[in-house]
């Protein structure tokens, strides 16, 4: 079997959701085709690419060597067909992606923006997925997140404006004999058994374990899970509790208590190509994106 751009793609995108199941209804498959095809990739590459588990699949170290190069042929050919689409007409709709509800809510109101203009929708488990379609030109624009304090300026053909910063919280059971404290110290968390979302590309869970040992402990992570209301029901049962985002599903047993000091911080961005549909545009849609997240600070 010959490799192909579609295996490529299959391998990041699994990569990127972290799970088979996940992947397959992407891609509109089913799981055992899918797992069938990832055999037939393995067999032709000469090992195996993913560590199987019941949290998921993630890359075997022969499998980071081969998704680093997939992604940069992706991006190659995609470059290309960006380069070549962009001779031609300009694109029937506006097209957002994202991760988190911003992308929806920020959708809705980009008619004020660009009337009579179709908005397409999509939205990602991963923001390094998201960055990565802007930049190949298959997004107009997206909603992404990181966890690290880089240079936003020297990302190639991309444009970026920083939305917000917010510090990631915990939450954990009502009755857990923290959670009547204003603050918790992640220091103060150190015999607790964690919840995670799998890694998403841009620094996640490497700056939480991080923090974690900066504060003097590493963690005991039984439970890796993509979906948040699983989470959340571990932590309802006193099962585990979990860094989260401000707007963590709280009540019927949960509540959601800040970090003290802020040892992780979450920074909300856009995403542009310079040479894009919405670059002119791109300061006034970033205040809209910054109006939705105030409003939605204000009802937490």
Known sequence: MDLELRHLRTLCL????????????????????LTTQLQRIEREVGGSLFHRGRAGVR??????????????VL?????????????????????IGGVGP??????????????????????????????????????????????????LTA??????????VDPLHVALWADHPLADRTY????????CPWALTPPDGTGWPECFYVACRR???????PYRLHDRSEIRDLIADRRAVAPCQSDFDKGRGVVV???????????????????????????????????IIDHSAEKV
């Open 257 to 291: 208590r800040q970090l003290e000091g802020a040892p992780i911080q979450l920074r909300h961005l856009l995403v542009w190509r310079r040479d894009g549909a919405v670059h002119q545009a791109a300061d006034r849609i970033a205040r809209v994106a910054r109006e």
């Open 155 to 164: 990302d190639g053909p991309l444009a970026w404006a920083m939305l917000a």
């Open 59 to 72: 890359p075997t170290e022969l499998g980071e060597f081969v998704l680093l190069r997939a992604r940069a």
């Open 215 to 221: 504060a003097g402990f590493n963690p005991e992570v």
């Open 102 to 151: 911003l992308t929806v809510e920020l959708s809705g109101r980009l008619p004020e923006i660009f009337p009579d203009v179709p908005v397409h929708v999509r939205t990602e488990y991963s923001p390094k997925l998201v960055t990565d379609l802007v930049r190949a030109g298959r997004l107009d624009l997206g909603t992404t997140i990181d966890y690290v304090d880089r240079d």
């Open 184 to 191: 918790i110290r992640l220091a103060d968390l150190a015999e």
């Open 14 to 33: 699994l990569a990127d959701t972290g799970s088979v199941t996940k992947a397959a209804a992407a891609l509109s498959t089913s799981q055992p085709a």
């Open 75 to 95: 991006l190659s050919m995609d470059d290309l067909l960006h380069d070549v689409s962009a001779r031609g007409a300009a694109p029937a709709a506006l097209r």
